[in-house]
């Protein structure tokens, strides 16, 4: 077993290198090297199966090997079966042959966040023989070692998630002389294990473990394009064989595109909403994932989406407007990874000259062109939000930009590229006559789909099948060269992946395939995005209409995006609260949605019933906020938060903090909080003069049951304690009337012991008077007040800005308030999109207290600022701690 050197310190992207060519020039490998079987074209030895030029699937003419189609599993021969073998397989060979030397299959990627490509080279041969005996189809394996070694790949947690990975991986010969020893058995396999001999394979048949890693080693062959991409130029060649770049790769480029001329201008075209039926049929005569499976019925509501995919011109205007540097445009998430990585602009433009000069050229997938300004950008997800957010203020647009949703992209399709497009079928269509079993949803004739019908050699003619995939060309094309979708949007399919707004979820019905239980479900998390119509590098049924492929939203794959806004009627929102300063997110449902137990996302989008993510229409604020308004009057109504409450504000001191009474510091200032609370206002109104002309009034918001209310009785005249509990005013009426109660605190368990909830000495008691009431929505009647307390309760009311409008509206000008608040923002109580900070803005974390201070800023001055602490009894044993934000008040 070789131990061969890891790059241990190989992190900073590539890309960044300037001038590549130069690079490369100044590190060419000379001289005699143990390598030198691995420099330069491959010789024959390399084939571990067909020679290129002896392979299905060879362009003579083009002396390059492009993809076939993909294979039915119905009336196949097992001629048909090994071509399309040995097409994947001597493509990945192709592929490898691009490395160039030892170091370029055992370092380590620079992200640190993938394995080296060694194990790329023996993962796809080592899982056609694990999941061929899990499919009963071999009884031994060929190598033990190498089938534990090369079995699992990465999926990383995060962007930070660093992976040092193993020095020992075997040498390139050693793994080329295990990939020949597969090749042999599974070729032997085909053509004479009698699994064979049915000819229709569905998903209970072994021989679907055949299928399955057929398709396997298709998905590796795009991943491990894209590493590839991301490795120094000096460590790869354009291999012979591989298809071409696009023509368009040796244009002359304007250093400094203009829009119209360099790329298209994207305008946006209209989709109607209708119904899209996602999932497929499992009678269908292809192979498919299990992700692929189930019936997921979506509604689609009007929008309107870019015709093109947006472009390295258009992202251009991004990155020289700074759209790198300024967070207000990212999700904490992406800045996170922005920051971390440091990035200032795709990963795959090469910088042509210094910062701030914005020229590049373009990294392909083994060496650097002039930029193709009308290509599409190939970004992750976190730029393509980034952007999307960006254009939406460029455009001032009321209705934020996303990305395309799964069943959006349906409907952007030509109808028979959709996967319902069983559902568009008339009922004498000829296979249905000729097969009245076999429902259209289950026909290949009924509903096509083209990666059966188009391999890559036809794709590589323009008419044959407008999309650029199956490695019809070695790279993306200009994204107006196509012919367009009967709905007028171009490359659907094809050139670049789209990256959707949809989480990787199941569907309904979706049951984890036995060969293969790790591939789908570990990811339904809600922390992977779909992409969505394939690459010019994706073939088989990478290429389908039904796949459905997923990444963690920071990853690269050849993928692009396209914007999307919703047609919605404006009327319907809050127009004081939203327009381009601050644009509507209109509900839109995703794929990811609602998912059967245990493949549940935990996303904000995964459910229609979690709505934070979204913006409510003026109705629906009004009715969560009486929903929320309600649930809190009853969460406040039951015996045990009443003591709870009593104890807090009543005591005694020495029976409920018994441990904690001789304690000083915090613990001890914590005590006794709503006396001092009426303490604190009570000596700001005296401080300013609120109380010149008398005894005034007090207004305590949120009263509970009482104590503070009663506190201010010291001073002031009349004292309104309002509360949303029935409860808690009742017993503060009661208090107030006969001075005492008697109630059960909790002691331990069900063990109760019982408190005397006494009035303090010295106070007029008749000067209070309590009421049921909202916060949010005061009776005018009360007139105005000289002081107002607000303890705790701006972030347990539906509205805190309604809150702060009663209190400027009660609160006479030079009148003083104490409101202090822990900021313990819930969805319980408060629709996120009514929380006074607690969130990001602009891609910042915004704190309440700042939030606040800023809502209250052209009312009111800020007299004293910092924090009280208190503490609240659960039961003998069990204490809540809480330091409270404190803001006493002038009204101006």
Not at 385 to 407: C, H, K, M, P
């Amino acid at each position: 077993m070789a131990s061969n050197r890891v790059d241990m310190g190989a992190c900073r992207n590539p890309s960044l290198n300037i001038r590549p060519d130069l690079a490369r020039a100044a590190t060419a490998i000379t001289g005699p090297s143990v390598d030198d079987e691995l420099v330069g074209p491959r010789g024959d030895w390399w084939w571990t199966g067909k020679k290129p030029t002896e392979c299905p699937g060879f362009d003579a003419k083009a002396g390059v090997l492009r993809s076939l189609p993909l294979p039915s599993t119905h009336n196949y021969t097992r001629q048909e079966l090994l071509d399309y073998f040995d097409n994947a397989w001597t493509t990945t060979e192709i592929l490898f042959a691009s490395l160039q030397t030892t170091d370029a299959f055992v370092r380590q990627p620079y992200h640190q966040l993938r394995h080296p490509m060694m194990f790329y080279y023996g993962h796809p041969a080592c899982l056609y023989v694990n999941k061929c005996r899990v499919g009963g189809l071999l009884e031994d394996g060929v190598n033990q070692y190498y089938e534990q070694v090369f079995e699992v790949g990465v999926d990383e947690m995060s962007w930070d998630d660093l992976s040092r990975g193993r020095e020992d991986w075997p040498s390139v010969r050693e793994v080329h002389g295990y990939r020949k020893q597969v090749y042999d058995v599974i070729r032997n396999l085909i053509l004479t294990h009698p699994a064979l001999d049915k000819k229709e394979v569905g998903w209970d048949d072994p021989a679907w473990a055949i299928f399955l890693g057929f398709e396997h080693e298709r998905i590796h062959i795009e991943t491990s394009s894209v590493l590839i991409r991301e490795l120094p130029l000096t460590k790869v060649r354009k291999p012979e064989f591989w298809p071409d770049y696009h023509p368009s790769s040796a244009a002359p480029s304007a250093p400094v595109p203009t829009e119209g001329a360099d790329y298209p201008a994207n305008t946006m075209v209209s989709v109607r909403g209708e119904t899209v039926v996602l999932g497929k049929d499992l009678a269908y005569p292809s192979f498919g994932w299990d992700n692929e499976y189930g019936t997921k019925e979506v509604e689609v509501g009007a929008f309107r989406a870019t015709q093109f995919k947006v472009t390295n011109g258009e992202f251009l205007r991004f990155v020289k407007a700074g759209g790198y540097a300024n967070p207000k445009y990212w999700s904490a998430e992406g800045w996170g990874w922005k920051t971390f990585r440091n990035v200032k602009w795709p990963t795959f433009w090469m910088p042509d000259g210094p910062q701030g000069l914005h020229r590049y050229k373009l990294r392909v997938l083994f060496d650097a062109v002039d930029m193709r300004w009308d290509w599409p950008v190939d970004v992750n997800y976190h730029e393509a939000r980034a952007f999307a957010a960006w254009r939406t203020e460029q455009d001032g647009s009321a209705v934020r930009y996303r990305l395309i949703t799964e069943a959006e992209h349906n409907l952007i399709r030509n109808t028979r590229d959709r996967v319902d497009a069983h559902r568009f079928v008339p009922a004498d269509h000829p296979t249905l006559a000729a097969d009245p079993t076999r429902p259209a949803s289950a026909s290949a004739t009924a509903s096509p789909d083209a990666c059966m019908l188009v391999g890559g050699a036809e794709a590589a003619t323009f008419s044959a099948a407008g999309s650029n995939f199956q490695l019809a060309h070695g790279s993306a094309n200009p994204v107006q060269e196509l012919p367009p979708s009967e709905k007028g949007f171009y490359d659907v399919f094809g050139s670049s992946w789209e990256w959707a707004e949809d989480h990787y979820a199941a569907f309904p019905g979706f049951k984890v395939h036995p060969f293969y239980e790790d591939f789908s479900s570990p990811c339904f998390a809600g922390k992977h995005q779909l992409i969505l119509g394939g690459s010019f590098a994706s073939t088989g049924q990478l290429a389908s209409k039904f796949a459905r492929y997923q990444f963690r939203p920071h990853f690269f794959q050849h993928a692009t995006f396209r914007l999307v806004a919703q047609e919605v009627d404006l009327s319907l929102y809050d127009a004081a609260r939203y327009g381009p300063q601050n644009p509507i997110v209109p509900f839109y449902e995703t794929s990811c949605m609602d998912s059967a137990p245990p493949h549940v996302g935990d996303g904000p989008c995964c459910s229609k019933h979690r709505r934070a993510a979204f913006t409510s229409t003026a109705v629906e604020e009004a009715a969560s906020s009486k929903a929320k308004l309600e649930a809190a009057q009853v969460a406040y109504e039951s015996d045990a938060i009443l003591a709870q409450y009593l104890t807090f504000h009543f005591g005694p001191v020495d029976r409920v903090y018994p441990d904690l009474a001789s304690e000083t510091g915090l613990l001890a200032a914590g005590i006794d909080f709503p006396r001092k609370l009426a303490e604190t206002l009570t000596a700001a109104a005296e401080r300013c003069g609120a109380l010149a002309g008398g005894s005034g009034r007090a207004l305590d918001l949120g009263c509970a049951v009482g104590r503070s209310s009663f506190e201010l009785a010291r001073r002031f005249g009349e004292v309104v304690g309002v509360d949303i509990s029935k409860t808690f005013i009742e017993v503060a009426g009661k208090l107030r009337d006969n001075g005492r109660l008697d109630y059960e605190a909790a002691l331990e368990g069900a063990i109760t012991e019982r408190l005397t909830a006494q009035m303090p000495e010295g106070i007029e008691a008749s000067r209070c008077r309590f009421l049921q009431g909202d916060a949010c929505n005061l009776p005018p009647s009360l007139g105005q007040f000289d002081a107002v307390l607000a303890a705790n309760l701006l972030c347990r009311v539906p509205e805190p800005a309604a809150c702060i409008a009663q209190i400027k509206a009660c609160l006479r000008p030079g009148g003083v308030a104490l409101l202090t608040s822990p900021f313990s923002w819930l969805e319980q109580y408060t629709d996120q999109a009514n929380w006074v900070g607690g969130n990001y803005k602009d891609g910042l974390p915004n704190r309440s207290a700042d939030a606040l201070k800023a809502l209250l800023a052209p009312d009111f001055e800020v007299l004293e600022e910092g924090s009280m602490p208190l503490v609240i009894r659960e039961h003998a044993r069990k204490y809540q701690f809480i330091t409270a934000h404190k803001l006493v008040l002038r009204r101006k």
